[in-house]
């Protein structure tokens, strides 16, 4: 009978792990398989941070698209519409972006008002007529005091001409 040391078994242990240990790994039962199709990316609405101002403007094919003010101070639904007014900036022109509103002087911008008139309805006052009003730029309007106001708040848009029906920043974006 032949005695072994304790490191002539130690070694004898990692040659046998060594050779079966890929065996092993190798041999666990699953199977490899092709790229399996899941769909298309998933589309994830992202906030701008703290409520800050979103104008909407509209692109050539006349669709809103969002535009955020992050370093805007004043983040009410004044504020947001006071920058909605002013027009689309440089980058925002160099996008292909406009306005379906009515081009106003500069010192007009400051001439909207926008307060609540109870939980969920916000009154946006505009220095200009309303009813023949695009509706896109109704959207515009509507889409960019809710931005700072909440989703589920209800905008009455009301120019020196008439008030139009409250109405909310839907899907029809």
């Known amino acids: ?4 040391s304790a490191s002539g078994r130690r070694t004898a242990a990692a040659v046998a792990a060594a050779l079966l240990g890929p065996a092993l790994v190798t041999g666990c039962g699953i199977k490899p398989t092709e790229v399996v199709e899941s769909g298309a990316a998933a589309r994830v609405p992202v906030a701008a941070p703290s409520r800050a101002p979103i104008v909407y403007f509209v692109t050539a094919e006349g669709r809103l698209v969002p535009s955020p003010y992050p370093e805007y101070s004043d983040n009410s639904p ?3 519409l006071q ?3 002013r027009g689309p900036g440089g980058v925002e022109q160099e996008a292909g972006l406009g306005t379906r509103l009515p081009p106003l002087d500069a010192g007009m911008a ?3 008002r926008a307060f ?3 939980e969920f309805r916000l009154e946006a006052r505009v220095p200009f007529p309303v009813a023949a009003l695009d509706p896109l730029g109704i959207k515009q309007i ?3 005091a809710v931005s700072t106001a909440g989703p589920t708040v209800q905008v009455v848009v009301r120019g020196p001409d008439t008030e139009l029906e409250p109405t909310r920043c839907g899907a029809g974006r």
């Open 1 to 4: 009978m032949t005695l072994r």
């Open 83 to 85: 920058l909605l007014l």
């Open 116 to 118: 609540f008139t109870s």
């Open 110 to 112: 400051g001439g909207v």
């Open 78 to 80: 004044q504020g947001s």
């Open 142 to 144: 509507v889409c960019t």
